[in-house]
């Protein structure tokens, strides 16, 4: 029994053509995906404004974004209320600076 393989050629290709073209569909979502920025984690919190809700002495808690952070600041001590921003991050602690006031 002979079987002739030129009746598979047709519907081969095509299924090889769809594969093809939902591999390249595939590399296409992954490469653009791993261009993206960062969409979260404390990263995306440096240049954010927050308040403080405990004194910063050097270190307290600060509320950035609706979250409760342990923040530390470098500068003079502030209290509770004052607006921050965020300048950097180490760990799960967050560095901060006073927020300059400016007339909007």
Known sequence: MLVDYALFEGPLLALAIV???LLAISIVAVVRSQRRSVAAGKEILVGRPGGVRTPLQPEGTVMVDGELWNARTDGPHLGIGERII?????????????KEETDD
């Open 86 to 98: 965020v300048i950097g991050s180490d760990e799960l602690t967050l560095t901060v600076t006073k």
């Open 19 to 21: 594969f093809g073209i």
